[in-house]
Nanobody
Framework: QVQLVESGGGSVQAGGSLRLSCAAS????????MGWFRQAPGKEREGVAR????????FYADSVNGRFTISQDNAKRTVYLQMNSLNPEDTAMYYC?????????????????WGHGTQVTVSS
């Protein structure tokens, strides 16, 4: 089992920045990828960014590429999401996820463990 706890959400004006953190505990050695997803009210949960826990391969959704950066500190078992140039369309609950799959996609069922989320609100 893997437990994931997100933090760092909040309210920010358009153009601002936030850094989200996801602290992992438990059997983290089984997690090959860590990812960030988000879900806005009335919308499906969508993938934002993912990082391979060994090797640091990264993938981003087109909507955030160039603005968001995912990174990790394996010693702290923490994954980060640096979000810059935020706009109101980025407003959502942000979730951290982990998976033991070799090459997961953005499909929700590809991911084994989920945190409870942290809210990000961007005002215009």
């Amino acid at each position: 089992q893997v437990q994931l706890v997100e933090s760092g959400g909040g309210s920010v004006q358009a153009g601002g920045s936030l850094r989200l953190s996801c602290a992992a505990s438990g059997d983290t050695s089984s997690s090959r990828w860590m990812g960030w997803f988000r879900q806005a009210p009335g919308k499906e949960r969508e993938g934002v960014a993912r990082i391979r826990t060994s090797g640091s391969n990264t993938f981003y959704a087109d909507s955030v590429n160039g603005r968001f950066t995912i990174s990790q500190d394996n010693a702290k078992r923490t994954v980060y999401l640096q979000m810059n140039s935020l706009n109101p369309e980025d407003t959502a609950m942000y979730y951290c996820a982990a998976t033991s799959r070799w090459w997961p996609g953005w499909t929700r069922t590809d991911w084994d463990y989920w945190g409870h989320g942290t809210q990000v609100t961007v005002s215009s």
